[in-house]
């Protein structure tokens, strides 16, 4: 199972939502680069980034900054935030970032995303945001009238690379990471599953590891490696015990 520690975007600093609240964003850091060699130090050879302003904007907003992190990070970037169009695809995988999240198109345009996948096979990640069951978008602004599962089985057979299920309501809350959802959702899709939202501890990290044959694939930390709840070598090792 892949741990892949998480570099959130606002304003070119590193930060902290509170259940997707751009009100309520903690900086940790002002060289998201740096950040991310941090991370690369600890083991990680992977990393998952969001352009949150991207999000909300509907179009990149922290070109820069994410330019800097791949250019930097000796492993494979996973970007998200603001990918509504071809364009923007094309763009972002010739500057080297490994795969692409798309959430908010993956509802109002699943035609573009299945196109993408086809065109970059095993580069597009789709997100399944959740909040109390139904779909979140627009930066998780919004509640869907659409249920996960529906979201998820839309892409089946579209080469879509993996799910990214992140449940909304825990997302920077160290409440500990919804993990029955999760692996229900694994259980119930075809695709692989990033658990995201809430991961408080290696205890989640431990749960997680033992659903990888479920279809788990990997699990995405933030706050929890931020605040010193969680060491990330100590994580790595662990999923990779999963």
């Given at each position: 199972?892949?741990?892949?520690?998480?570099?959130?975007?606002?304003?070119?600093?590193?930060?902290?939502?509170?259940?997707?609240?751009?009100?309520?964003?903690?900086?940790?850091?002002?060289?998201?680069?740096?950040?991310?060699?941090?991370?690369?130090?600890?083991?990680?050879?992977?990393?998952?980034?969001?352009?949150?302003?991207?999000?909300?904007?509907?179009?990149?907003?922290?070109?820069?900054?994410v330019e800097d992190i791949v250019e930097n990070f000796p492993g494979h970037v996973q970007l998200g935030g603001g990918i509504r169009n071809a364009q923007?695809?094309?763009?972002?995988?010739?500057?080297?970032?490994?795969?692409?999240?798309?959430?908010?198109?993956?509802?109002?345009?699943?035609?573009?995303?299945?196109?993408?996948?086809?065109?970059?096979?095993?580069?597009?990640?789709?997100?399944?945001?959740?909040?109390?069951?139904?779909?979140?978008?627009?930066?998780?602004?919004?509640?869907?009238?659409?249920?996960?599962?529906?979201?998820?089985?839309?892409?089946?057979?579209?080469?879509?690379?993996?799910?990214?299920?992140?449940?909304?309501?825990?997302?920077?809350?160290?409440?500990?990471?919804?993990?029955?959802?999760?692996?229900?959702?694994?259980?119930?899709?075809?695709?692989?599953?990033?658990?995201?939202?809430?991961?408080?501890?290696?205890?989640?990290?431990?749960?997680?590891?033992?659903?990888?044959?479920?279809?788990?694939?990997?699990?995405?930390?933030?706050?929890?490696?931020?605040?010193?709840?969680?060491?990330?070598?100590?994580?790595?090792?662990?999923?990779?015990?999963?």
């Amino acid at each position: 199972m892949i741990v892949f520690p998480a570099i959130d975007l606002k304003a070119g600093q590193v930060v902290r939502l509170a259940e997707g609240d751009m009100d309520r964003a903690t900086v940790y850091a002002d060289d998201p680069a740096a950040q991310a060699l941090l991370f690369a130090e600890q083991g990680a050879e992977f990393l998952h980034v969001v352009d949150l302003d991207g999000a909300f904007a509907g179009r990149p907003e922290n070109a820069e900054a994410v330019e800097d992190i791949v250019e930097n990070f000796p492993g494979h970037v996973q970007l998200g935030g603001g990918i509504r169009n071809a364009q923007t695809v094309e763009r972002w995988f010739d500057l080297g970032v490994s795969r692409l999240v798309i959430g908010t198109a993956a509802l109002k345009d699943p035609e573009f995303v299945k196109a993408m996948a086809r065109e970059f096979e095993g580069g597009i990640v789709v997100a399944v945001d959740a909040r109390d069951g139904m779909v979140a978008t627009e930066g998780w602004a919004e509640k869907s009238d659409m249920p996960v599962i529906d979201l998820a089985r839309r892409f089946e057979d579209a080469g879509v690379a993996s799910i990214l299920f992140t449940d909304v309501g825990r997302d920077g809350m160290l409440t500990g990471c919804n993990i029955e959802a999760t692996v229900d959702l694994a259980r119930r899709c075809s695709l692989p599953v990033i658990a995201s939202g809430g991961v408080k501890g290696i205890d989640d990290i431990h749960m997680l590891s033992l659903h990888a044959g479920d279809g788990i694939e990997g699990v995405i930390t933030g706050r929890a490696i931020y605040d010193g709840r969680l060491d990330l070598a100590t994580a790595i090792a662990m999923a990779g015990r999963g």
